[in-house]
Structures are given as structure tokens and as C-alpha cells.
């Protein structure tokens, strides 16, 4: 199983990034995937996540009217819109994915800085 993220970087406040999470090694189709975010000496915060087959998503207080989360089941890969930066959002982002009821894929994180 293998998550890879990218598309992280460095922006000013009010500005956009897409993240992009290419997955193999399992079937993408039948997993729920999410995003995740960490800053250090912080718990890592779940942001937003969809399930396998209704695509219905669920977002985070912190995230919510700013962020998009989706899936391309027909390339195993995810992504995370971000819009309306804020220095706040200033983190590793990492992309998972579980088939149950733990989060037990995990891709190698990327980092998103964001300047006031």
C-alpha cells in the first residue's frame, strides 16, 4: 500500500493550493480517504474525509467553506482544494486511507506554509 502526497508549498494568506494524493498497492474504489493535518508539538488534526462509494465528505470546523476534498477512483488518487489560506493552516498535511474503522494507510506528508 502506498500514499503519495504532493503539491504542498509555500503561499501568501487568501491563496490556493491543491494537494494531490496518488495511491496504490489496493483498491482505492472500496476505501473511505482523508486528510490530515500535523503541526509540531500538536496532535495531528483530522480536516476532512469521504467515504468509498456515497461521496458523501465531512469537514472540519476549521476548514469548512474553504477546503474540498475528492476522488478519482478511475486513477487512485485524491485531493485536497484549499482556498482562502491563512497562516493558521500553516502544516504537514498527510493523506490516509481505511477500509474499516481505523486509519491504517498513511502517505509521507507534505508541507503547506502559509504567510500573513
Known amino acids: 500500500v502506498q500514499l503519495q502526497a504532493c503539491g504542498g508549498g509555500s503561499v501568501q494568506a487568501g491563496e490556493s493550493l491543491r494537494l494531490s494524493c496518488a495511491t496504490s498497492?489496493?483498491?482505492?474504489?472500496?476505501?473511505?480517504i482523508g486528510w490530515f493535518r500535523q503541526v509540531p508539538g500538536k496532535d495531528r488534526e483530522g480536516i476532512t474525509c469521504?467515504?468509498?462509494?456515497?461521496?458523501?465528505?465531512n469537514y472540519g470546523n476549521s476548514v469548512k467553506g474553504r477546503f474540498a476534498i475528492s476522488r478519482d477512483n478511475a486513477n487512485n488518487t485524491m485531493y485536497l482544494q484549499m482556498d482562502m489560506l491563512r497562516p493558521e493552516d500553516t502544516a504537514v498535511y498527510y493523506c490516509?486511507?481505511?477500509?474499516?474503522?481505523?486509519?491504517?494507510?498513511w502517505g509521507q506528508g507534505t508541507q503547506v506554509t502559509v504567510s500573513s
Open positions: 498497492g489496493f483498491t482505492f474504489a472500496d476505501y473511505s
Open positions: 490516509a486511507a481505511r477500509i474499516g474503522s481505523k486509519w491504517d494507510s
Open positions: 469521504i467515504g468509498k462509494s456515497d461521496g458523501r465528505s
